[in-house]
T-cell receptor, first 114, second 115 residues
């Protein structure tokens, strides 16, 4: 069965500093990996995805993520955080051989402070 | 264009009552998903529709939960004899095409409170 782990419930970072939100996964085949962001009382918004190709994926709002197959990780990064980046971030995985459902992590609350 | 819409945005009901939640996917999207987001937990897959294929119901937590999708567009999630543990935000998402690499577009959710 596929699974996703987000080891940090909350990440705090100062505005202007780089941020990293961690994600590790477990699938039986090659993974399709996704990051979503959820603002208060809103649905999830797609940020970026890794399907194949370059391990560094660039997405919306200046976010990027690095796929590392040996470490089974897909950490979300941004070089310079903004207060407006404060939100709940979800990592998700789909096992191409396991149907079409997405399996989500439990989410990481990002708080960017002035 | 319009995104995924869901109604109602909030629903308060009494234990034992039935509720219906509605999802309007993005026009042209052939795949539709329902998820549940409970307080303190991640998102839990419930059911998936793709075109005219039989739905994947593997995530439905009990036989009190059912869903249908009429005409390949609008979907209704029905919860019968609601229980307090059904309280959650119910999210709908849609995807363009069959490919499992396509990102899902989510609606704003329906917040269900069972008293």
């Amino acid at each position: 069965a596929q699974s996703v782990a987000q080891p940090e419930d909350q990440v705090n970072v100062a505005e202007g500093n780089p941020l990293t939100v961690k994600c590790t996964y477990s699938v039986s085949g090659n993974p399709y990996l996704f990051w979503y962001v959820q603002y208060p009382n809103r649905g999830l918004q797609f940020l970026l995805k890794y399907i194949t190709g370059d391990n560094l994926v660039k997405g919306s709002y200046g976010f990027e993520a690095e796929f590392n197959k040996s470490q089974t990780s897909f950490h979300l990064k941004k070089p310079s955080a903004l207060v407006s980046d404060s939100a709940l971030y979800f990592c998700a995985v789909r096992d191409p051989g396991g149907g079409n459902k997405l399996t989500f992590g439990t989410g990481t609350q990002l708080k960017v402070e002035l | 264009g319009a995104g995924v819409s869901q109604s109602p945005s909030n629903k308060v009901t009494e234990k034992g009552k039935d509720v219906e939640l509605r999802c309007d996917p993005i026009s042209g999207h052939t795949a539709l998903y329902w998820y549940r987001q409970s307080l303190g937990q991640g998102l839990e897959f419930l059911i998936y529709f793709q075109g005219n294929s039989a739905p994947d119901k593997s995530g439905l937590p009990s036989d009190r939960f059912s869903a249908e999708r009429t005409g390949g567009s609008v979907s209704t999630l029905t919860i019968q004899r609601t229980q307090q543990e059904d309280s959650a935000v119910y999210l709908c998402a849609s995807t363009l095409g069959w490919g499992s690499y396509n990102e899902q577009f989510f609606g704003p959710g329906t917040r269900l409170t069972v008293l």
